[in-house]
């Protein structure tokens, strides 16, 4: 079975640009989860999508939002890029809620704001 | 505020050792505790996860328990390896998401 996917892997974007990150879940999990890890905050939860809804949402301005399709597939979307926004951001699938079930992380995209 | 602390930030052990990291959560209405695994730059690898209703949970060298009442969980490796060396961060599951520790950076000398 495959793991979960992430693309890019890395992005080099100017401040002020917006950016699209992409993640495809283990085949049969239904629920996505976003994350952004930076050495000061550690990992910090973005969102949370099941069935194409997003359930719950971390503590991250408007500018980021996100969207799940009828695969499970999700994307993450940044806009107006802010040099703190540099991070790796995480996806994880599971198979029902997240906070229920065991979450499977992708290998990450590194985004880097210059 | 939910919070979740582990202790050591970092540990430097030499091989064969045997070694514990331990998480402290403050709410003890958890769902489950997950132990994850991540190597430099690298995303998670999930490692144990522990159900609220169960005590501890078993894979090769790992051992993980979870005491609520204590809002305590601790991982457990056995005989380390160089190859164990890595972060090792735990994450409570409650309410709507998983709140991560800020990490236990091991380092297994040869």
């Known amino acids: 079975k495959a793991g979960v996917t992430q693309t890019p892997r890395y992005l080099i974007k100017t401040r002020g640009q917006q950016v699209t990150l992409s993640c495809s879940p283990i085949s049969g999990h239904r629920s996505v989860s976003w994350y952004q890890q930076t050495p000061g905050q550690g990992l910090q939860f973005l969102f949370e999508y099941f069935s194409e809804t997003q359930r719950n949402k971390g503590n991250f301005p408007g500018r980021f939002s996100g969207r799940q399709f009828s695969n499970s597939r999700s994307e993450m979307n940044v806009s107006t890029l802010e040099l703190g926004d540099s991070a790796l951001y995480l996806c994880?699938?599971?198979?029902?809620?997240?906070?229920?079930?065991?979450?499977?992380f992708g290998p990450g995209t590194r985004l880097t704001v210059l | 505020k939910q919070e979740v602390t582990q202790i050591p930030a970092a540990l430097s052990v030499p091989e064969g050792e045997n070694l514990v990291l331990n998480c402290s959560f403050t709410?003890?209405?958890?769902?489950?505790l997950q132990w994850f695994r991540q190597d430099p730059g690298k995303g998670l690898t999930s490692l144990l996860l522990i159900q609220s209703s169960q005590r501890e949970q078993t894979s090769g060298r790992l051992n993980a328990s979870l005491d609520k009442s204590s809002g305590r969980s601790t991982l457990y490796i056995a005989a380390s390896q160089p190859g164990d060396s890595a972060t090792y961060l735990c994450a409570r599951g409650s309410g709507d998401k998983l709140t991560f520790g800020t990490g236990t950076r091991l380092a297994v000398r040869p």
């Open positions: 994880a699938s599971s198979s029902e809620t997240a906070s229920y079930n065991e979450q499977f």
């Open positions: 709410d003890s209405a958890i769902y489950n």
